[in-house]
């Protein structure tokens, strides 16, 4: 992966935010998420981000990926129980919260 500040390419996308570990868990606080024009407003396009952030939290020895997503203009990112059972199949959890949505996926190793 490319990390320039803020911004980084995962994947296709190119991704705003910051990341770290807390308690445990790989944490990515996204503010914004650009992917091409093929993949916007599929989960496939968010998905394969999803594989990269995983990749990238089991190198970390993580035991969760804690993902937290702030006006992302993205209609797979936004929450409504459609997506949240669709992100399920693969064992990602999907709330909504006051600033706008969090993503959990325990890693299992």
Known sequence: ???KGMIEM???AK??????MKEGAFV???FSIELPL??????GGLRQVMEFLEQEARAAHASRLEIYGYSVYAPAFRYS???ASKWAKFGVIQEAITEGIKMTKILIF
Request: hydrophobic share 40%; proline share 0%; no cysteine.
């Open 1 to 3: 992966m490319e990390n």
């Open 10 to 12: 995962v994947g296709n």
């Open 15 to 20: 991704i705003w935010g910051v990341k770290g």
């Open 28 to 30: 990515r606080h996204i």
């Open 38 to 43: 093929d993949a916007r407003g599929k989960l």
């Open 81 to 83: 129980e459609q997506m």
